[in-house]
């Protein structure tokens, strides 16, 4: 039993004296935990909708849903969808009747949101449609009710006068007299009017009678694992080339290998060169194999060159070499390499887009533009979903190999540091 305890202070004793791995045992885990409080604890979304020219009613009944509504002209309508600046465009069909909801379709969820919106605001336009025509029903019944006393009572006048007239004549005379009248003045009081002979068209009131569907991109079949396919090629990238590239560097320093390359004429900036040209190449496969798997065995939708995906996922592999260079000439063994890749990986996947982060703080949004995930999950998403372009997707490649450069750059100026000791 004293060996047991002599083994575990031992631990302890290795701990204590190692603050890194003491202070990432309990900082990392409370940074996620905190971010995700943050992410969960966002607010609803709230859909992003255009509308052109519907029905003053209608667009009533939808401004006073939650939801960010823009009334533009066609054409800033069109050009809000195709930029990703709303989430749909609600317009009428040719019929006039009918509400088309025109859909940017990349993201299942929050084409669900706006049809939830829609139906939410048709539904109150309704309510309100029916409770305006009972209003006017009940007019148009009491004005009738009206009319028909008014008709009755001078009928009674009409037929009171005729009784008169005809008392005063003579009988030679009377008898003369046309026997319409003599039924008139015989006559008992009747409806001169119908009070229910009347109607109310419901279009009058409700503009808006069916909705339709259509999609900029994809369409009714897309679901929300297709959106979300591109952060999962991304986080595969991620993480497994990190560990891969990481932990490889690590084992040459625990081997020796690393302390001869430093004491050799060989420069720090060549020894990561060969590092990030091996691992880089690795990278170029292992993308290849994930996007295959992707695209051929899961079915993720691919609506853009799959050239400019695959370089997409090779700047999102060579970010993930280049950052395990870095972090792996922070750590002094593997464990350290795993507890650094809660503090350096995990914030990146949470901030990359598999959370969608619009309701969430701006201080947060404006963090996620300082990682290259969300770069890399953006230009696949663009490409693979929107079927971008070069001129679309190339500013967030480009983005992703400044950041390259950075982690290189970083790594170097380590190696050189650890070379001068």
């Known amino acids: 039993m004293s060996s047991v305890f002599a083994i575990a202070r031992r631990i302890f ?130 004005e009738a009710e009206r009319l028909q006393t008014e008709a009755a009572e001078k009928q009674a006048e009409l037929a009171t006068a005729v009784k008169s007239l005809t008392a005063t004549l003579p009988d030679s005379v009377r008898a003369q007299l046309p026997t319409e009248l003599a039924d008139l003045a015989a006559s008992s009081q009747e409806n001169p009017l119908d009070a229910t002979d009347f109607s109310l068209d419901m279009k009058d009131y409700l503009p808006v009678q069916s909705m339709q569907t259509t999609y900029l991109h994809g369409d009714e079949s897309w679901t929300m694992l297709d959106f979300y396919g591109p952060v999962f090629i991304g986080v595969f990238l991620l993480v497994f080339v990190f560990i891969t590239s990481g932990m490889s560097l690590v084992n040459e320093k625990s081997a020796g290998t690393m302390q001869r390359f430093l004491s050799t004429p060989v420069k720090p900036i060549q020894i990561l060169g060969g590092y990030t040209l091996g691992f880089g190449t690795l990278a170029l496969v292992q993308a290849a194999v994930i996007l295959w798997a992707g695209l051929a065995l ?18 999102f592999a060579l970010v993930s070499v280049t950052l395990g260079l870095l972090v792996s000439g922070l750590a002094s063994n593997a464990f350290q390499v795993i507890q650094l890749m809660l503090l350096f990986v995990v914030p990146q996947i949470l901030l990359s887009g598999l959370f969608d982060l619009s309701s969430s703080p701006e201080w947060l949004q404006w963090l996620s533009h300082c990682i290259p995930t969300s770069y890399g999950v953006d230009a696949l998403r663009a490409i693979m979903l929107r079927g971008a372009g070069w001129a679309e997707a190339g500013p967030n490649i480009a983005a992703m190999w400044g950041f390259i450069v950075l982690f290189f750059a970083l790594a170097a100026v380590r190696f050189r540091k650890k070379r001068a000791r």
Request: proline residues 3%; aromatic residues 4%.
């Open 298 to 315: 899961i079915g993720f939708p691919c609506e853009g060159n799959i050239g400019l995906v695959l370089l997409a996922a090779v700047s």
């Open 13 to 142: 004793s290795q701990f204590i004296h190692d603050k890194r791995t003491l202070a990432l045992l309990f900082v990392a885990p409370i940074v996620v935990l905190w971010l995700l409080s943050v992410l969960l604890g966002a607010d609803a979304y709230q859909p992003r909708i255009a509308t052109v020219d519907l029905p003053a009613s209608f667009q009533s009944s939808l401004d006073a849903q939650d939801a960010h509504i823009s009334d533009v002209d066609a054409a800033e309508a069109e050009r809000l969808l195709r930029a990703d600046k709303v989430d749909a465009v609600l317009r009428m069909a040719g019929d006039g009747e009918t509400l088309d909801i025109w859909a940017e379709g990349s993201d299942s969820t929050k084409t669900a949101a706006v049809a939830g919106t829609v139906a939410k605001a048709l539904s109150d336009a309704q309510q309100s449609a029916a409770d305006e025509m009972k209003a006017d029903a009940a007019d148009k019944q009491a």
